[in-house]
């Protein structure tokens, strides 16, 4: 076996769990306090931002991300990046559609 042992894994502690678990509580309570107010066409950006936040924070700590291989932050990203060109081509044809017709 060669000087790097392929079974090690990166232990985390509760401490780090519960802080997680708080960020996400303080982020749930943060879209609930967000969607009372008007925003005018900011709603949705601030509430994505939000999710997209706490999204960040569940793939990072709890499928263990962070402490992962780099082969697994690639699958990851390049996941991230496959959801946002399906996002872009759906807008792309959505806004399209009535080209003509303004």
Do not use: C, E
Not at 28 to 48: K, R, Y
Request: charged share 5%; net charge positive; no cysteine.
């Amino acid at each position: 076996m060669s000087g790097h042992n392929q079974l090690a894994h990166h232990i985390v502690g509760p401490r780090v769990y519960v802080v997680i678990l708080f960020a996400l509580l303080a982020g749930t309570g943060l879209t609930v306090w967000a969607s009372f107010i008007d925003l005018g066409v900011w709603n949705p950006v601030i509430a994505l931002a939000i999710a997209t936040t706490k999204a960040v924070l569940v793939v990072l700590y709890f499928m263990h991300v962070r402490y992962s291989s780099k082969l697994t932050v690639l699958t990851v990203g390049a996941g991230i990046f496959m959801f946002l060109t399906l996002i872009s081509l759906t807008l792309a044809d959505y806004i399209s559609r009535a080209w003509g017709n303004w």
